[in-house]
């Protein structure tokens, strides 16, 4: 079965400020580690209204259409900002996320890359932050158990930062699984291993500053017995690829065979469900390193799934 790849031009039009690490040349890179592989390409479409209301309150979505400047860049949090061409992306990965859902569940294809940005694993149910507007893991997890009627789906985040905005939407939600691997101390300073969901289906994996992929690797093992346990019809990834050693905002020590040895680990465990992968970018922000880290990404999941 072949691998769908969801993204659009768009995503090069969310303009920040000069020296913002979320910066457009992020969607070249991604889309220069993706060249020549054999995907089957697919435009990211915009996200209904009711997509994002799965998991986002009315008022913060008109809240951020009135935010969007006629010019320039608009600051809505300490790190997050709006450009003239923000939304669009941002619904697009949305969209992107819930077209694969749909996609994979069809039997279309084995699994599905969203190379999208902005990220989303930061948002929270009516706060952006971290460079993030809407939770896009967490919107697509809800639309696969209430408009395909799935009973478990399993979320897995092993973007250096903790998907405190993921944690956040999917809380109280018991079919869904949600394992996040991050440095600790870092932004934005949540993700203890004691916070573990209204009922106990939130699993975190605080990683100490300048481990390796080793650590990381033996740390997933556990997590991923407990999904396979968990026994998921559906796995969601929010892959940022920011605990690489050369990303400029953190001090996790990984390689490129880190991404792509764990991301084997995660389809292995995925294929003894029977479930399909759906890989949404997140994180990433030294250039070079971001596209061998893609790539590595995605070619698993093209081996995975011949």
Partial sequence: MSVILYSHDSAAAHATPAGHPEQVARHG?????????????????????????????????????????????????????LSPGGLEPALRAVGGACAAVDAVLAGEAGAAFVAMRPPGHHAETATAMGFCLFGTVAIAAKRALDHHGLDRVAVLDFDVHHGNGTQDLLWDEGRALFVSSHQMPLYPGTGAASETGAQGQVLNLPLPPGSDGALAQAEWAGALRRMVAFAPQLVIVSAGFDAHRDDPLAQLDWEDADFAALTRAICAAAADCGAAVVSCLEGGYDLAALERSVRAHVTVLLEATE
């Avoid at 060249?35 to 913060?60: F, K, Q």
């Fill in 29 to 81: 890179a991604v889309m220069a580690g993706l060249e020549g592989l054999a995907l089957e390409r697919r435009a990211a479409p915009v996200a209904e209204d009711a997509e994002v209301l799965r998991c986002h309150p009315a008022a913060y979505l008109q809240e951020l259409r009135a935010a969007v400047p006629s010019d320039g860049v608009r600051q809505i949090d300490a790190d997050t900002y």
